[in-house]
């Protein structure tokens, strides 16, 4: 079968969430050995319960540095051969309104935490000429979104810094690549009403909202050997929603 990852160790951050939860699933079923992070234990044990391979727990608040150093230092202890950058905080305003804790705090999240990390843990995956990092972009980091100027800075940010190590570290056997999703049925939009959730199924060609199992499959891909020519890539799952090149 295509797409094993036996032998393999993988963190997932912000695994108690419904898209973090769905990749560590996906992952751990194509044979890999998964390291749950995240700051919900009872989301995080049951889980663990769930997978079929070998896992262990780290919780971390990436809000906190000393958290992300924590979470780094534990992590590189037990192996880790594929970063999955999917922990993510929305705290949505209008720019004008926006306080600096809002801007502070999605900054450290969803980029700071995620440089961090893979400035942290790339140094073992040289030594073993081998990685896979992965992050979870977002579609309106190419298109924007009035609101939230925080988060989709962080999302238009993760790409470019991800184009950047890819061309870094391309010759160690190290991919770095995006997964960029669009509207995905989790704990988020299940609180759209109604009207908000077809307003936004307009504009998706396929009239349906993924699966957070898509977007993991996107992932199980890229943190493949099979993948090892992609990189510097952003794989957009969003049923068509922002056609582009």
């Given at each position: 079968m295509m797409f094993k990852l036996d032998g393999l160790k993988?963190?997932?951050?912000?695994?108690?969430?419904?898209?973090?939860?769905a990749i560590a699933m996906a992952l751990s079923s194509q044979g890999a050995?998964?390291?749950?992070?995240?700051?919900?234990?009872?989301?995080l044990e049951e889980l663990q319960k769930k997978l079929p391979t070998k896992?262990?727990?780290i919780t971390a608040n990436l809000k906190d540095r000393a958290d992300v150093q924590k979470l780094v230092k534990e992590a590189d202890k037990i192996g880790v051969d594929i970063l999955v950058n999917n922990a993510g905080l929305n705290r949505d305003n209008l720019s004008i309104l926006m306080k600096d804790e809002e801007w502070d705090d999605v900054l450290q999240v969803n980029?700071?935490?995620?440089?961090?990390?893979?400035?942290?843990?790339?140094?073992s995956m040289m030594k073993r000429k081998f990685g896979r990092i992965i992050s979870?972009?977002?579609?309106?980091?190419?298109?924007?979104?009035?609101?939230q100027a925080n988060y989709v800075a962080t999302k238009?940010?993760?790409?470019?810094?991800?184009?950047?190590?890819?061309?870094e570290y391309g010759t160690r056997g190290i991919t770095v690549n995006c997964v960029a999703p669009g509207l995905i049925k989790t704990e988020m939009t299940d609180k759209l009403t109604d009207e908000q959730r077809a307003d936004l199924l307009q504009?998706?060609?396929?009239?349906?909202?993924?699966?957070?199992?898509?977007?993991?499959?996107?992932v199980a891909f890229l943190a493949s050997r099979e993948a090892g020519y992609v990189t510097g890539a952003?794989?957009?799952?969003n049923g068509g929603s922002e056609m582009r090149d």
């Open positions: 993988a963190l997932v951050t912000g695994a108690s969430g419904s898209i973090g939860s050995e998964v390291i749950l992070s995240g700051t919900r234990m009872d989301k896992s262990h727990i980029l700071t935490a995620g440089f961090f990390l893979m400035r942290g843990l790339i140094r979870i972009t977002s579609v309106v980091g190419h298109a924007g979104n009035a609101g238009a940010a993760m790409s470019g810094l991800t184009r950047t190590l890819a061309e504009r998706v060609p396929s009239g349906e909202i993924g699966k957070p199992e898509e977007v993991a499959a996107g952003t794989l957009h799952i």
